[in-house]
T-cell receptor, first 111, second 112 residues
Framework: SQQGEEDPQALSIQEGENATMNCSYK?????LQWYRQNSGRGLVHLILIRSNEREKHSGRLRVTLDTSKKSSSLLITASRAADTASYFC???????????FGSGTQLTVLP | KAGVTQTPRYLIKTRGQQVTLSCSPI?????VSWYQQTPGQGLQFLFE???????NKGNFPGRFSGRQFSNSRSEMNVSTLELGDSALYLC???????????FGEGSRLTVL
């Protein structure tokens, strides 16, 4: 079963614009992670935010976490065509090493 | 540091056959987990191994099995293949004391 649901399912923007993706989850967590996947490839870890953090930055990425609403958002600023990929949120389920992934947002950045 | 290596990258099998997929984790990582990715079900956890012991197992039938060797390399096996087993199988290497997973490029299995 999928813990996280992502919104929107697909997003198409122009290069230079910002892209925002949202993730909702169901149970209490101690961290939430975001991953990126280029078509047919493996997943790449982007950022981990802990439950006691509200916001975290990494380069052009900004992640927020609202544990009261059980939701997180990923903002990519000044997007580039190379950012075209699927983005997944993931939360620990069972053991800390077992992740439950959301359904993903397919981001297309048009040059 | 070399990344996670999965072999084979692509394979085609027919229903009823079995398949074995291999994963070599990042050097020094003792934990490996496997995920199945399909368009319909998304990413689903299969199992996790640590120091040759299975620690967790997802909700998959007994046809799906795995093991880990003393050098941390892992294999997963699917017997009596069904059409629905067509998927991208992803292996993740997990360092101790962090929550992040390092994924391989996956093995794309097509069952005809």
């Amino acid at each position: 079963s999928q813990q996280g649901e992502e919104d929107p399912q697909a997003l198409s923007i122009q290069e230079g614009e910002n892209a925002t993706m949202n993730c909702s989850y169901k149970t209490s967590i101690n961290n939430l992670q975001w991953y990126r996947q280029n078509s047919g490839r493996g997943l790449v870890h982007l950022i981990l935010i802990r439950s006691n953090e509200r916001e975290k930055h990494s380069g052009r990425l900004r992640v927020t976490l609202d544990t009261s609403k059980k939701s997180s958002s990923l903002l990519i600023t000044a997007s580039r065509a190379a950012d075209t990929a699927s983005y997944f949120c993931a939360t620990p389920s069972g053991s800390a090493r077992q992740l439950t992934f959301g359904s993903g947002t397919q981001l297309t950045v048009l040059p | 540091k070399a990344g996670v290596t999965q072999t084979p990258r692509y394979l085609i099998k027919t229903r009823g056959q079995q398949v074995t997929l291999s994963c070599s984790p990042i050097s020094g990582h003792r934990s490996v987990s496997w995920y199945q990715q399909t368009p319909g079900q998304g990413l689903q956890f299969l199992f996790e191994y640590f120091s040759e012991t299975q620690r967790n197992k997802g909700n998959f039938p007994g046809r799906f099995s795995g093991r880990q060797f003393s050098n941390s390399r892992s294999e997963m096996n699917v017997s009596t293949l069904e059409l629905g087993d067509s998927a991208l199988y992803l292996c993740a290497s997990i360092p101790e004391n962090t929550g992040e997973l390092f994924f391989g490029e996956g093995s794309r299995l097509t069952v005809l």
